[in-house]
């Protein structure tokens, strides 16, 4: 589906203009992820996924990541492009959320460069 009503700035990106299937590039934009005062990840080395109509995706490294927030959680989803994810649900203090995170320890060949790179929801 293609919306060609979109305007776009100069120097702005827009979604309908993003490929299908999905585009993946590295990125040195500074990538950082907060949650209760907790710095769950920061890096500068973090791959983008762009996908028609869907907003970029981070995948971090996993040096990058306070693994120690993170807990493997039970179940996963297939992506027909990047192919199996497995979940984590983040822990800062008290509070648990479900399944926020996501990898792909076995990516299709076109994402291997995202294997175990992990991916937070907004």
């Known amino acids: 589906m293609r919306n060609d009503s979109h305007t776009t700035s100069p120097g702005k990106e827009c979604v309908w203009d993003y490929p299908r299937p999905p585009r993946l590039e590295p990125t040195s934009k500074h990538i950082r992820v907060e949650f209760g005062g907790v710095t769950l990840a920061d890096t500068r080395s973090a791959f983008r996924v762009l996908e028609t109509s869907h907003p970029p995706v981070y995948y971090i490294p996993p040096r990058d990541v306070a693994m120690e927030h993170l807990i493997e959680a039970p179940g996963g989803s297939y992506c027909e492009w990047k192919g199996r994810a497995g979940y984590y649900s983040v822990v800062v203090g008290d509070v648990r959320l479900e399944k926020v995170a996501w990898y792909y320890a076995d990516p299709s060949p076109t994402f ?11």
């Open 112 to 122: 291997r460069p995202i294997r175990n790179y992990i991916a937070f929801y907004p």
